[in-house]
């Protein structure tokens, strides 16, 4: 019985890492294929556990909503690494998820990550904090969020609307017609 426990407990912790993002109580049951109890008495678990060994995350769970955080006690050090990010100019990493969001936007989180092929959470919040781009929640999927350009962004860059990028259309369609060619959708389904 612990043995299944404990993988239960690590499919969740890489389902949140990976996520980062709030997630349904109710998806993790589905993705887990198991019933809402086990998966809310493994969440307790996991959130008593990170608080008990004193760890440099946090499980928080609130309204039917679970996501992994960092530890309050560690905010200041988190703070100032996210002031240097904010300080700093954009890194490549940023740049190249900006662009992809200017030209595909919007888009969702999934389809950023896998043009990128890395996780993307950490870079998605730095370009929000700095005005440079929004998330609004995903009219198809319940408690998904799609990525665009902010006006603030588009006025710094001179430009009336996204569709005025450089290039615009050809990389729209270029995008497009790699995803037709690979069976997927814009999602990177």
Request: proline share 4%; hydrophobic share 35%; glycine share 6%.
């Amino acid at each position: 019985m612990e043995t299944a426990k404990k993988t239960l407990e690590a499919r969740i912790e890489a389902i949140l890492f990976v996520h980062g993002e709030p997630i349904t109580i109710k998806r993790l049951t589905t993705l887990l294929k198991t019933d809402e109890d086990k998966i809310k008495n493994t969440l307790e678990s996991i959130r008593k556990g990170l608080a008990d060994e004193k760890r440099g995350l946090d499980l928080v769970i609130h309204d039917g909503r679970a996501e992994l955080t960092t530890s309050p006690d560690l905010s200041s050090l988190v703070s100032g690494l996210v002031k240097e990010e904010m300080d700093n100019k954009l890194t490549p990493a940023s740049l190249e998820t900006l662009a992809i969001i200017a030209y595909l936007g919007p888009c969702g989180r999934a389809l950023i990550e896998h043009v990128r092929g890395v996780n993307s959470s950490f870079i998605l919040r730095s370009l929000m904090v700095r005005g440079l781009i929004e998330r609004k929640p995903d009219p198809k999927r319940s408690n998904a969020y799609l990525y665009q350009p902010t006006f603030e962004f588009l006025n710094h860059m001179g430009l009336s609307s996204q569709d005025k990028m450089p290039e615009f259309e050809k990389y729209r369609e270029l995008v497009q017609s790699y995803f037709t060619e690979n069976g997927q959708t814009e999602n990177g389904d």
